[in-house]
């Protein structure tokens, strides 16, 4: 079998030949999506919190009973690149095993994606139709070692150093990781689309949480903002484990069983994993380019 992990570019970005459709990301099968007004859907490159928002998200939803449960798709957000076949393998596996597509499910829908805005809808953004997008950032050095994680679980894919150069490089999935970032940022609440900071739901929660009611005009009151601030705790949703994983299915006959998604979510943990050369080359090449296009970073 081909390397799994061979990565593909297309249109300046990374693919991963073991989890894309070659065809699919080259036809921008992602268009096929249907988009409704009242659609909801967070974006992000991953590992940088789609997760926790997720849970933040259906907090605000709860006559919906929205679950992130992995054995029940219609009840729980979905990739809306599974409908689009953007993505191949571990994830068709669970859609032709629930056998619905994005197009049945009733709205409002959840959903959530890691593209970046180049191949987001075009309709979408040709602003035709608006839907609610929330994008979260996270500073990229705790993307690096969160991502480095995830992929090299089980596998021992790449040492660390071969893996910063690889992020730097944009030789990672969805990479490169200032594209997609410096992508989104072209857009703002007048196009539907939220900012949010990782390092700012770790500080402060609730500012972030009532940010977040507020852009999707959905109130709440205290009991359900507490709620949402207790169920959303990291040590929460690492108990909750699978309930709240967003990974579907972890077949036993996949190629990959995907690594910890509650690892430690810690801001500055790349220092314990960065050494000076490799922090002094990540700034050069990756925190300049952000500076150049005034965007700061939260690294600590
Ligand atoms: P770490 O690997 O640094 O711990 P995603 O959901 O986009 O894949 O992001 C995963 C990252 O978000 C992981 O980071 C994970 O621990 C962190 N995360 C998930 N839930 C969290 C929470 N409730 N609070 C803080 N971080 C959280």
């Given at each position: 079998m081909a390397n799994p992990w061979t990565v593909f570019k297309h249109d300046g970005f990374s693919f991963i030949g073991g989890l894309h459709d070659r065809k699919a990301v080259k036809d921008r099968r992602i268009d096929a999506w249907d988009i409704r007004e009242d659609d909801v859907i967070i974006t992000t490159f991953?590992?940088?919190?789609t997760t926790w928002m997720l849970r933040l998200v259906s907090e605000m939803y709860?006559?919906?009973?929205?679950?992130?449960?992995?054995?029940?798709l219609a009840a729980r957000p979905c990739y809306f690149y599974e409908d689009a076949d953007l993505l191949s393998g571990i994830y068709a596996v669970h859609v032709k095993a629930v056998q619905t597509t994005l197009h049945e499910m009733p709205s409002p829908r959840l959903m959530y994606c890691h593209a970046p805005v180049e191949f987001f809808h075009s309709a979408w953004r040709e602003n035709s139709t608006r839907c609610k997008v929330i994008y979260i950032t996270r500073n990229p050095k705790d993307v690096c070692v969160s991502m480095f994680h995830y992929l090299n679980s089980d596998r021992k894919n790449w040492t660390w150093d071969e893996f910063v150069t690889r992020f730097v490089n944009g030789d990672v999935i969805f990479g490169p990781w200032t594209n997609h970032v410096i992508g989104w940022k072209r857009f703002g609440i007048e196009d539907g689309v939220l900012h949010v900071k990782y390092e700012d739901m770790k500080t402060d929660l609730k500012s972030v949480i009532l940010k977040i009611s507020q852009f999707l005009s959905r109130p709440i009151d205290e009991d359900q903002l507490n709620r949402a601030l207790k169920r959303s705790c990291f040590r929460s949703m690492k108990e909750a484990g699978d309930d709240v994983n967003l990974m579907p299915c972890r077949d036993e006959n996949s190629w990959w069983a995907g690594?910890?998604?509650?690892?430690?979510?810690?801001?500055?943990?790349?220092k314990s994993h960065f050494t000076v050369s490799q922090n002094e080359m990540f700034d050069q090449r990756i925190s300049e380019i952000m500076k150049e296009n005034c965007t700061k970073l939260t690294y600590e």
């Amino acid at each position: 079998m081909a390397n799994p992990w061979t990565v593909f570019k297309h249109d300046g970005f990374s693919f991963i030949g073991g989890l894309h459709d070659r065809k699919a990301v080259k036809d921008r099968r992602i268009d096929a999506w249907d988009i409704r007004e009242d659609d909801v859907i967070i974006t992000t490159f991953p590992k940088s919190g789609t997760t926790w928002m997720l849970r933040l998200v259906s907090e605000m939803y709860p006559d919906l009973h929205w679950q992130l449960k992995p054995t029940n798709l219609a009840a729980r957000p979905c990739y809306f690149y599974e409908d689009a076949d953007l993505l191949s393998g571990i994830y068709a596996v669970h859609v032709k095993a629930v056998q619905t597509t994005l197009h049945e499910m009733p709205s409002p829908r959840l959903m959530y994606c890691h593209a970046p805005v180049e191949f987001f809808h075009s309709a979408w953004r040709e602003n035709s139709t608006r839907c609610k997008v929330i994008y979260i950032t996270r500073n990229p050095k705790d993307v690096c070692v969160s991502m480095f994680h995830y992929l090299n679980s089980d596998r021992k894919n790449w040492t660390w150093d071969e893996f910063v150069t690889r992020f730097v490089n944009g030789d990672v999935i969805f990479g490169p990781w200032t594209n997609h970032v410096i992508g989104w940022k072209r857009f703002g609440i007048e196009d539907g689309v939220l900012h949010v900071k990782y390092e700012d739901m770790k500080t402060d929660l609730k500012s972030v949480i009532l940010k977040i009611s507020q852009f999707l005009s959905r109130p709440i009151d205290e009991d359900q903002l507490n709620r949402a601030l207790k169920r959303s705790c990291f040590r929460s949703m690492k108990e909750a484990g699978d309930d709240v994983n967003l990974m579907p299915c972890r077949d036993e006959n996949s190629w990959w069983a995907g690594g910890p998604s509650f690892r430690n979510g810690r801001v500055g943990d790349w220092k314990s994993h960065f050494t000076v050369s490799q922090n002094e080359m990540f700034d050069q090449r990756i925190s300049e380019i952000m500076k150049e296009n005034c965007t700061k970073l939260t690294y600590e």
